[in-house]
T-cell receptor, first 110, second 113 residues
């Protein structure tokens, strides 16, 4: 069945780059998404990548997709304390429903 | 413009009671999704509406859960005979069409005592 895996925690220093990794199982996923969730808040759509792309850059965010290995990553350049949150990777399933990973908690230390 | 809104933001109910959770999607979005997020987990899909009809209800855990979207806009998730295991944050999302990017509301935190 469909499954999305992420590491649970990542800690970086302010100003460093953060790389959050994700693996997924459904090779038919058309889009893959990254969402950000701050404490007590809903999910904020950060960025997404179409499955026929290898890379997408959006300001400080870079998404890399390795479709052969079903591996997705999100790189945040110049990480700030305001980037501290839980980051969810999600794949689309037929019909459009999202299958989410467990989330990676990013902690940014000053 | 207005985003997805959900009411109430918090709901505390006793075991066995009936609850209704409301979602107001972004105007013009035809697709509406309900998810449930337990503590420390990612959201899990419950049901998807395209217009007024439920296109996929495969995520509803059992027949105590039901959702409607009678006019193709606002949706209500209904839970009968609530159990403590139903305690979670219920999230609603809408999308311009099925399969596109989904925009989430702030969620309703349901606590069953």
């Amino acid at each position: 069945g469909e499954d999305v895996e992420q590491s649970l925690f990542l800690s970086v220093r302010e100003g460093d780059s953060s790389v959050i990794n994700c693996t997924y199982t459904d090779s038919s996923s058309t889009y893959l998404y990254w969402y950000k969730q701050e404490p007590g808040a809903g999910l904020q759509l950060l960025t997404y990548i179409f499955s026929n792309m290898d890379m997408k850059q959006d300001q400080r965010l870079t998404v890399l997709l390795n479709k052969k290995d079903k591996h997705l990553s999100l790189r945040i350049a110049d990480t700030q304390t305001g980037d501290s949150a839980i980051y969810f990777c999600a794949e689309t399933s037929p019909g459009g429903k999202l299958i989410f990973g467990q989330g990676t908690e990013l902690s940014v230390k000053p | 413009g207005a985003g997805v809104s959900q009411t109430p933001s918090n709901k505390v109910t006793e075991k066995g009671k009936y609850v209704e959770l409301r979602c107001d999607p972004i105007s013009g979005h035809t697709a509406l999704y309900w998810y449930r997020q337990s503590l420390g987990q990612g959201p899990e899909f419950l049901i998807y509406f395209q217009g007024t009809g439920a296109a996929d209800d495969s995520g509803l855990p059992n027949d105590r859960f039901f959702a409607v979207r009678p006019e193709g806009s606002v949706s209500t998730l209904k839970i009968q005979r609530t159990e403590r295991g139903d305690s979670a944050v219920y999230l609603c999302a809408s999308s311009p069409g099925g399969g596109g990017e989904q925009y989430f509301g702030p969620g309703t935190r349901l606590t069953v005592t």
